[in-house]
């Protein structure tokens, strides 16, 4: 049993009516929804929309709700549903994840005349913080297309491998023949690492042979971090130049 209320062009509250408007509301309701759903389904295909992407309420939120008229809270950019009422939200919407459109329409028609005193604290709640948007259509927008197409997977958090170093010795190396090598006018950083292989032997061993000790075993691994540090040091020397 559903009544609304115009607050605003769009807006509208939803309070507890009498048995007989039921219908009508419904079907205005059911109309508007139509109206709406046809015109920006399209729009937002392939996309979700950043008027759903919202999080906990803030202390600004909190405070402004509780009257508090000591502090001077800023302008307000972004209006968020609290928690609670997000993880409903998200609920219904994946339990509606694959209904077509017609399907998911009935449903959030009939979930929104059975959770009616929870929307309407909602409701209530964003127009204190003087939200001027349509807030039921903001609803059905976060479950439609952001909720509904959320992964419940976890996604697992990447281990980083430990740095491994250049030793000290081979990097001077490097740095001394870069320094000797770039005030000629043909040299460029790939020939010159080339030459300072031949040129340094014995101190690529020993860099070869700590990169060992630190756990780096793959011999092609090894040649392209070397390679990587003297093109480094390259870009290095001329940004400090």
Known sequence: MIK?????????????????NKQTIKRK??????TRIGREEEASRGGDWAIAQRGLVTDQESRALAGDSTKICPNIYRYKFTQSFMDELYQFSKIHQYDDRKSFKEA??????TNLDMINTEIARLTDLKYDGDIVDKMFKSAR???????????EPCIRRNYVSVQKELLDEMDGHIAAN?????YKPSEGFSEFCNNNVDALKKGIAH????????SHEIQDKIKKTYK???????TNK
């Open 4 to 20: 609304v209320k115009v607050l605003h062009q769009h807006q509208y509250i939803i309070a507890p009516a009498k048995q007989s």
């Open 182 to 186: 770039i005030v000629n006018e043909n």
């Open 232 to 238: 480094n040091r390259y870009f290095i020397f001329i």
């Open 211 to 218: 990169l060992m000790e630190q756990g780096m075993k793959d």
């Open 29 to 34: 309701m059911t109309n508007e929804l139509e």
């Open 145 to 155: 297309y952001y909720f509904r197409k959320k992964s419940t997977k976890k996604t």
């Open 108 to 113: 959030w028609l009939l979930w929104v005349e």
